[in-house]
């Protein structure tokens, strides 16, 4: 593939054609309605056929929008048959250990949607923008090489391969905000007291890594996206946008797998009927 043809990201940011406005509030809130219902519905399916489970997988920079986008695609389904987990910067124990092994003990059960609040990919961003994080990692010297990011994305393309063949589909979702964006954002943060919590001199400080970073998530993408588990790159500029866009690709990897109620056998239902009868005779 020639330089010019291939992913960047910057080449699918928000368009001004998908800035929902005001105008649009109602329309946008019905849109996305229909998404979280048909989203609930299709999750109670999922759990009571108890036979494949989805990881959804959110990536992105620094107020995105990835919690808001949690929150609202979400909001339909039953807590029972959901679960979020949020990866931060691993823990001592995480470092004693495999770089998938902190994430493999939050898949998501047979019947479950498993949600990715960042995930094992921040293993070639975070740690592939600065040197020292990868330093950190205890791994034998011997095995950092510069081969280390090839084979990270061949350990993940597997992984994610390796679960599929056991039900489990992985999609991920990259929140594409641009860097005009983010400012914007961290500024609301600091002037709405309701917001300081949010930020920190951390996030900023990221900030300035941001081609590197940019860099380092166009080729996790042209190496991590597959037929079974693709990224799903969703301009994030627009929330309302992005939150549509979020809903329909949960609902797009659902719709791959073969979802239906369990049938109920002919001796079952004359047992239900049966005790039916007792219910009714009940005094
Ligand atoms: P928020 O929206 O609340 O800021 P967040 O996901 O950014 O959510 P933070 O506590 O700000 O949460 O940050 C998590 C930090 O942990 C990120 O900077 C991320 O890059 C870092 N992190 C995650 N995984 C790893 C890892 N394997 N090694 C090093 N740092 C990591
Ligand atoms: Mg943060």
Not at 16 to 41: C, I, N, Y
Not at 61 to 90: E, L, R, T
Request: charged share 35%; with cysteine; glycine share 4%.
């Amino acid at each position: 593939m020639g330089d010019d043809e291939k992913f960047k990201l910057k080449k699918y940011l928000t368009q001004p054609d998908m800035k929902l406005g005001s105008d649009d509030k109602p329309l946008v809130k019905e849109t996305l309605q229909v998404g979280v219902d048909a989203l609930a519905t299709m999750q109670d399916i999922l759990y009571a056929q108890d036979r494949w489970s989805l990881l959804v997988i959110f990536q992105a920079m620094d107020a995105a929008g990835k919690d808001g986008a949690i929150k609202h695609v979400m909001s339909g389904v039953n807590p029972q048959g959901c679960q979020v987990s949020s990866f931060k910067a691993p823990s001592a124990e995480d470092l004693d250990h495999d770089f998938l092994w902190r994430c493999q003990k939050h898949l998501p059960e047979r019947g479950r949607i498993g949600i990715f609040n960042r995930s094992y990919y921040e293993e070639v961003l975070v740690v592939r923008v600065h040197e020292n994080i990868l330093k950190a990692q205890k791994l034998p010297k011997k095995l950092i090489t510069e081969d280390i990011w090839e084979e990270r994305f061949k350990d993940i393309r597997n992984f994610e391969k390796y679960l599929a063949r056991n039900g489990t589909i992985v999609i991920k979702i990259f929140l594409n905000v641009s860097k005009d964006e983010q400012k914007k954002r961290f500024i609301e943060r600091v002037d709405d007291p309701d917001k300081n919590w949010k930020f920190s001199s951390a996030d900023a400080r990221e900030r300035k890594y941001w081609d590197s970073y940019m860099e380092a998530y166009d080729e996790m993408i042209r190496q991590t996206s597959t037929k079974e588990s693709p990224w799903y790159v969703i301009p994030a500029d627009n929330k309302p946008y992005a939150r549509i866009a979020v809903a329909s690709a949960i609902i797009n990897a659902l719709e791959r797998m073969d979802l239906e109620y369990p049938k109920v056998s002919k001796e079952k239902i004359a047992e239900l009927n049966e005790i039916k009868k007792e219910l009714l005779a009940e005094k």
